[in-house]
C-alpha cells in the first residue's frame, strides 16, 4: 500500500527527514511515535503533500503510483486523509458543504456517481452517530471556535465520511478527554478493514490499548531508529526514548 | 477657459430653464460657476491623491437627455430586477426617468416618491417647501466639484418624503440603467431623501450598465434623517466595465436616527464612492459596510467621512476588497470627533485580499479626534490568500482552483453576514459569486 525509500526532506532549507524507510501493507495498521521535533508531522505532511516541503532524495510509492507526482487534491482523490494535529479554522466555510463538495470529488474522481442530498445526509447521520459528533458542529464554518477535542473529533468524522485508503492521524488523541479518545478510537477500529491502511502518530501508549497496531516504530531525528509490535510502545511508556537514541548512537 | 469643462457649460445652456423655480435656477447656477472655477480634481487635492480623474476629463460626454436616450425593453430590465422582490421601483434609462418601467403606486398617504425633474416642475407648496429647505443643503458642491456638476445638473433622479410615524415596509428599488447611446453621455442623478420622526424605510440604489458602453454615471444622494428615523441603504455598484462611476452619499442624521449604508462596487473602469455622515444629534448611529472587487485594470476609491458633532453618536464601518489582475483600489475612511462630542465610539476596520501580485491597494484610516473621552478603534490589513487553509481544503479533495475561490468568497461574504435584508442579501451573494473564476462549483458549494 505505501513504500517509503530513504526519504529525504527539507523544511526552509533545514533537513527535516533523514533517510526514513517504511513499509505499510494493506489493513495494516502503524504507529509512529518519538521525540517532539523528529519529524512526524513533516512525515504527515509530505505524505499529503503541502507546500515548502522538499523532497530532497527518495521515493514515495503509494498504491502503485508515485505519491510525490500528485497534487494534494489528487492524493485526496487516491485515498490518503490526513488528520491534522492542528486542524485550522476556516471561517464562512460551512462545514457540512465542505463535506459534501469532498465526497462528491473523491467520487467524481473514481467514476463514481455524485451523492444526492438525500444519500448524503443519510451518509452523514449514519457517521454522525459513529463518532458522536454533535449536529450544531456540522453547521458551523469550519473548526471556527471549536474546542480543541471539538476539532479532533471534526477531523475522525471527516475521516469516517471520507472512508480513505490510507488514513494518517496526526496526535489525533493529544488533547481529548478520556470518553472522547474512546470514542474516536471506537470510530477508528470500525473502519479498520483489510483494505485500509492507518498511520497513528501519537505520544501515548494509552491509545494504543484502544487501537492495537500491527507495528510501532520509534522516528527520532528523521529516521525511524527501532520497529517493533504492541510491546515496542509499552516498553517506551516505561523507558522514554533515551535508551534507543543511545543504543543507536553506540 | 479650461477646455475640458467647455463640454459641460455648453450643455447647460441648453437645459434652459426648464425647471422655472427662483431659489432652484440660483441653486443651478452658482454649482455650475463653482464648477467653473475649480475644474475636475486634480491628483495634487489631498482627497484624490490616488484617483486620477484625467480620464473623464478628457472625454466629452453628452449630458443632454435627449441625445442619450436608447429604447429598453421589458425583458431587458426584467433580467437585472430582483426576483420575487415586492417593491416600488423607480427605472431610470441613461439617466432619464421611465414611467412607464416604473411602479410606485399604492402609496401610503403622505408618502412621496416621484422622479426629481417632476417634483420640481409641480406646483405644490408643500413639496416645493420641503425640496427648497432639503435639496443640496447636504452634499456640499464645495467639497467635490463633480457634486457641483451634478447639482448645476439636477433633473432627474429619485425625490422621496416619508412623514413621520410612516414605516414603508416595502423596499424601495432604484434602477439606474445604461446601455450604449449614439453618443458617450454623462448622466447626473440626483436623489433626495427625506425621512421624518420615527419613519422607516429600506433604498436599493442599482446602477447597471447592460452592456460595455462607454458613459459617465455622476450620481448624489442626500439623506436627511429626523429623530429615530430609520433608513436601510443599499448602493449595488454594476457598470459597464468601461464606465465611469462617482459617487456621493451625504446623510445628515438627528437624535436616535439610525443609517445603515452597504455599498458594494463590482463594475466600472474607473469608480469613486464618497459616503459622508453627519451625526449632528445624541444618540444617531452610522453603519457602513462595503465590499469593492476589482479586476484587470479597474480603479475603484471608496472615500468614506464621518463627523461626531455631538455626544453620544456611534458609528461603525467594515469594508473589505478583493483585488485581482492590475487593479488598484483605494480606501480612506476618516472619523472626526468634534469637540463637545464626548463618549462617542467610533470602529474602523478595512480588510483586504490581493489575488494578484500586480493588484495594488492604498488604505488609510484617518482620525481626528478633538473630545477626550471616546472609544475609537481602527485597523487595516491586506494579504494573500491563507496557505494553511488553502492546503487544508485540497486535503480534503476540494481542487486548487475551487480551494481559492472557496476562500475568496468565503473572505468577501463576511462583509455581507450582517445584511439583514433577506433578498439583497441573496442576490449579493449571488452577484459576489458570479465574479469568482470558478463561480459555477462555488454556487453547488453554497446553495444547498
Ligand atoms: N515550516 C517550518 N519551518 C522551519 N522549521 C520547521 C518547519 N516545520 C517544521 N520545522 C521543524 O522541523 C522539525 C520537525 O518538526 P515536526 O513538526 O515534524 O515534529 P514532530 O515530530 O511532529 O513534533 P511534535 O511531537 O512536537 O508534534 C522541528 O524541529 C520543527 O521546528
Ligand atoms: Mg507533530
Not at chain 2, 40 to 51: A, D, G, H, I, V
Not at chain 2, 319 to 324: A, D
Not at chain 2, 364 to 377: F, G, N
Amino acid at each position: 500500500m505505501l513504500d517509503i525509500k530513504e526519504l529525504h526532506a527539507k523544511v526552509e532549507d533545514k533537513e527535516i527527514l533523514k533517510g526514513l524507510n517504511l513499509n505499510i501493507k494493506a489493513g495494516e495498521v502503524h504507529a509512529i511515535m518519538g521525540p517532539n521535533g523528529s519529524g512526524k508531522s513533516t512525515l504527515a505532511n509530505v505524505l499529503a503533500g503541502r507546500n515548502g516541503y522538499e523532497v530532497t532524495k527518495g521515493s514515495i510509492e503509494y498504491d502503485g503510483k508515485d505519491l510525490l507526482e500528485l497534487e494534494p487534491e489528487e492524493r485526496a482523490w487516491a485515498g490518503v486523509f490526513l488528520a491534522f494535529q492542528y486542524p485550522v479554522e476556516i471561517p464562512g466555510v460551512n462545514n457540512v458543504y465542505l463535506l459534501k463538495a469532498a465526497v462528491n470529488a473523491i467520487r467524481k474522481n473514481r467514476g463514481e456517481q455524485e451523492l444526492d442530498a438525500v444519500e448524503f445526509l443519510a451518509l452523514v447521520k449514519e457517521k454522525m452517530k459513529l463518532v458522536k459528533m454533535k449536529e450544531d458542529l456540522l453547521n458551523r464554518a469550519v473548526n471556527e471556535g471549536f474546542s480543541g477535542g471539538e476539532k479532533k473529533r471534526n477531523e475522525i468524522f471527516q475521516m469516517a465520511v471520507l472512508e480513505p485508503k490510507l488514513a494518517i492521524l496526526d496526535e489525533t488523541d493529544s488533547g481529548l478527554d478520556i470518553d472522547a479518545l474512546k470514542i474516536v478510537s471506537e470510530g477508528v477500529n470500525s473502519l479498520r478493514s483489510p483494505e485500509r491502511s492507518i498511520i497513528l502518530v501519537t505520544h501515548y501508549q494509552r491509545l494504543l490499548d484502544y487501537i492495537k497496531p500491527d507495528h510501532v516504530h520509534v522516528l527520532s531525528n528523521g529516521k525511524i531508529i527501532k520497529s517493533g509490535g504492541p510491546e515496542l510502545a509499552l516498553e517506551l511508556e516505561e523507558k522514554g526514548y533515551d535508551w534507543i537514541v543511545e543504543t543507536e548512537a553506540a | 477657459m479650461n477646455t475640458d469643462i467647455q463640454n459641460y457649460l455648453n450643455d447647460f445652456e441648453q437645459l434652459g430653464n426648464d425647471i422655472k423655480t427662483d431659489w432652484f435656477s440660483k441653486q443651478r447656477l452658482s454649482a455650475l460657476s463653482l464648477f467653473k472655477e475649480t475644474g475636475f480634481p486634480s491628483s495634487r487635492q489631498e482627497n484624490w491623491k490616488y484617483t486620477n480623474t484625467r480620464p473623464i476629463a478628457k472625454e466629452t460626454f453628452s449630458n443632454t437627455s435627449t441625445r442619450q436616450s436608447v429604447s429598453i425593453s421589458a425583458e431587458e430590465i426584467d433580467a437585472v430586477r430582483f426576483q420575487d422582490l415586492d417593491c416600488y421601483e423607480l427605472v431610470f434609462i441613461n439617466g432619464v426617468y421611465s414611467r412607464e418601467h416604473s411602479r410606485i403606486d399604492g402609496l401610503a398617504k403622505g408618502t412621496v416618491i416621484d422622479n426629481m425633474a417632476d417634483a420640481l416642475a409641480k406646483d405644490n407648496s408643500k413639496n416645493n417647501e420641503i425640496l427648497k429647505k432639503h435639496l443640496a443643503q447636504y452634499a456640499d458642491n464645495k467639497v467635490s466639484p463633480f457634486t457641483a456638476l451634478n447639482t448645476a445638473f439636477i433633473q432627474h433622479g429619485t425625490y422621496i418624503n416619508v412623514p413621520k410615524n410612516t414605516v414603508i415596509e416595502k423596499p424601495i428599488n432604484i434602477l439606474y440603467l445604461s446601455k450604449e447611446s449614439a453618443k458617450p453621455f454623462a448622466a447626473h442623478p440626483r436623489n433626495l431623501i427625506v425621512m421624518g420622526e420615527h419613519s422607516e424605510a429600506t433604498l436599493i440604489e442599482n446602477y447597471i450598465g447592460l452592456d460595455d458602453a462607454n458613459y459617465f454615471t455622476n450620481a448624489v444622494t442626500e439623506v436627511s434623517l429626523a429623530p429615530s428615523a430609520i433608513m436601510k441603504h443599499y448602493k449595488i455598484q454594476q457598470e459597464s466595465l468601461n464606465a465611469y462611476h462617482i459617487g456621493n452619499l451625504n446623510v445628515m442624521q438627528d437624535k436616535d436616527s439610525r443609517f445603515e449604508s452597504n455599498s458594494i462596487s463590482l463594475g466600472g473602469s474607473l469608480v469613486r464612492n464618497d459616503i459622508h455622515g453627519q451625526l449632528d444629534a445624541e444618540g444617531a448611529s452610522i453603519v457602513m459596510n462595503g465590499l469593492y472587487m476589482t479586476n484587470d485594470k479597474q480603479h475603484v476609491d471608496n472615500h468614506t467621512r464621518v463627523d461626531h458633532l455631538k455626544p453620544n453618536t456611534h458609528s461603525s464601518e467594515n469594508y473589505r476588497g478583493v483585488l485581482n489582475g492590475k487593479s488598484r483600489a483605494v480606501f480612506n475612511g476618516k472619523v472626526v470627533v468634534h469637540p463637545q462630542a464626548q463618549k462617542i465610539e467610533a470602529h474602523q476596520n478595512n480588510a483586504n485580499l490581493l489575488l494578484s501580485d500586480n493588484a495594488e491597494i492604498d488604505t488609510k484610516p484617518e482620525l481626528e479626534i478633538y473630545a477626550d473621552d471616546v472609544k475609537c478603534s481602527h485597523g487595516a490589513t491586506a494579504g494573500q490568500l491563507d496557505q494553511d487553509m488553502l492546503f487544508y481544503l485540497r486535503s480534503r479533495a476540494i481542487d486548487e482552483g475551487t480551494a481559492r475561490s472557496l476562500l475568496t468568497y468565503a473572505f468577501a461574504d463576511e462583509v455581507l453576514k450582517d445584511i439583514s435584508f433577506t433578498p439583497v442579501k441573496n442576490r449579493l451573494e449571488y452577484l459576489i459569486v458570479g465574479q469568482l473564476p470558478d463561480a459555477k462549483l462555488i454556487r453547488e458549494f453554497t446553495n444547498e
